[in-house]
């Protein structure tokens, strides 16, 4: 069984930047792929970014592309979400997940308890 605990939200203003860190433990971290998906109110919860289990070929959603960057640290057992240009619409509850990756369709099975980012405008 997978824990997974990310840390790092916090409230911000438009324009700003969060970084986002999910700490691992309980599987061989490096075997698998990472990914980060986010829940808005009132809405789904909605793929963000995925890296492979090698760190190599990193997928992003369309909405955070080109703003968001996902990287890990596989002698950390951390995964990193990196935000940048942050808009008010980026707000929700952020959730690390473990599984096959990257893709959401590739299967994600363990997920974090979430930590919460608000971009104010």
């Known amino acids: 069984q997978v824990q997974l605990v990310e840390s790092g939200g916090g409230l911000v203003q438009a324009g700003g930047s969060l970084r986002l860190s999910c700490a691992a433990s309980?599987?061989?971290?490096?075997?698998?792929?990472m990914g980060w998906f986010r829940q808005a109110p009132g809405l789904e919860r909605e793929f963000v970014a995925g890296?492979?289990?090698?760190?190599?070929?990193?997928v992003y959603a369309d909405s955070v592309k080109g703003r968001f960057i996902i990287s890990r640290d596989n002698a950390k057992n951390t995964v990193y979400l990196q935000m940048n240009s942050l808009k008010p619409e980026d707000t929700g509850v952020y959730y690390c997940?473990?599984?096959?990756?990257?893709?959401?369709?590739?299967?994600?099975?363990?997920w974090g308890q979430g930590t919460l980012v608000t971009v104010s405008s």
């Open positions: 997940a473990s599984g096959r990756g990257p893709w959401p369709a590739n299967g994600y099975d363990s």
């Open positions: 309980g599987r061989t971290f490096s075997a698998y792929a």
């Open positions: 890296i492979r289990a090698s760190g190599g070929s990193d």
